[in-house]
């Protein structure tokens, strides 16, 4: 499909073949964008290289650590330098302690809790913000976001208070930046085995609930989450923006 034909897109947190931003990459790749990498820190930026080889294009990779200003400030200034206008930005990156993971919630660290909210809500402030100026055609900006944010899930714990305030932050900026036609929306994904999930305790008895609760009666993959960034960020979303689009089979539903 040509959905996305002339449109250069940034996928932020690509890890390995089994990351979310893969999944979109690859969607995205199918409908014609051009796509431009960030990954976190050298280490690794193989990993990226060796994947992208794989579309069969010549890609922009850009090294991208959220935690430091500079780099957010020097990657989007090389691809400003690089492409000029950017039409949207897939933004697939959290992190939190293991160690915060498990157990109660109430045990949560200070410093446990300004990380988890740092890489995984404020990065989507800070990106969208550098992004912005590089948006002079309009734009669509997609995060990832879980269940847990929402509700009570076991084990999520600081991680999904961290969603809690990037669900928010996605209306906060959806009011910011609509008037310049940019739009941003997340996509709240059903569990799905990532490197990212190896944290989670008990992540099989979370894959095994959705199998038999979820009205589709399965579990979704990186493809699926692929095909909705799609979506958002073609044309056929235009009028949505400030929206939790839940891919999960529609798990949430159910009580
Ligand atoms: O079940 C799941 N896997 C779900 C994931 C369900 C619903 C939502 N999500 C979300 C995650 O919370 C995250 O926001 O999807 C997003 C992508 O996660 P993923 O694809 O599941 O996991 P992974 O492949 O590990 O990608 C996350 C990446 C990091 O990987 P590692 O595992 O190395 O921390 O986020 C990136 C990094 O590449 N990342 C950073 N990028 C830039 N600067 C930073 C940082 N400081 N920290 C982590």
């Known amino acids: 499909n040509t959905l996305l034909q002339g449109k250069n897109i940034v996928i932020m947190g690509v890890a390995n073949h089994r990351s979310i931003a893969w999944g979109i990459a690859q969607s995205l790749h ?143 900026l959806a009011n910011d930046l609509g008037k310049e036609n940019i739009r941003i929306n997340a996509i709240s994904a059903g569990p799905i085995r990532t490197l990212a999930a190896k944290g989670i305790r008990n992540f099989n008895s979370v894959l095994k609930e959705i199998e038999e609760k979820a009205p589709l009666r399965r579990t979704i993959d990186q493809s699926e989450v692929g095909d909705t960034a799609l979506f958002l960020f073609s044309n056929l979303s235009r009028g949505i923006t400030g929206e939790i689009l839940h891919v999960d089979a529609g798990y949430s539903i159910m009580g």
């Open 30 to 172: 199918n409908a014609g964008a051009n796509l431009i990498f960030t990954y976190q820190g050298e280490r690794l930026r193989e990993n990226v290289a060796a994947l992208t080889e794989k579309l069969g294009v010549e890609s922009l990779l850009v090294n991208c650590d959220v935690t430091k200003d500079e780099d957010v400030e020097a990657a989007f200034a090389v691809i400003k330098e690089k492409v000029g206008v950017i039409h949207g930005l897939a933004h697939c990156i959290a992190f939190a302690k293991t160690e915060e993971l498990e157990g109660e919630y109430v045990n949560t660290s200070r410093e446990g809790y300004a990380l988890a909210q740092d890489i995984s809500a404020f990065s989507l402030v800070a990106v969208a913000r550098a992004a912005r100026p590089l948006m002079t055609e309009g734009g669509s900006i997609v995060t990832l976001t879980y269940l847990g944010g929402e509700r009570v899930i076991q084990n999520y714990n600081v991680m999904g208070v961290a969603k809690a305030a990037l669900d928010a932050s996605v209306r906060y």
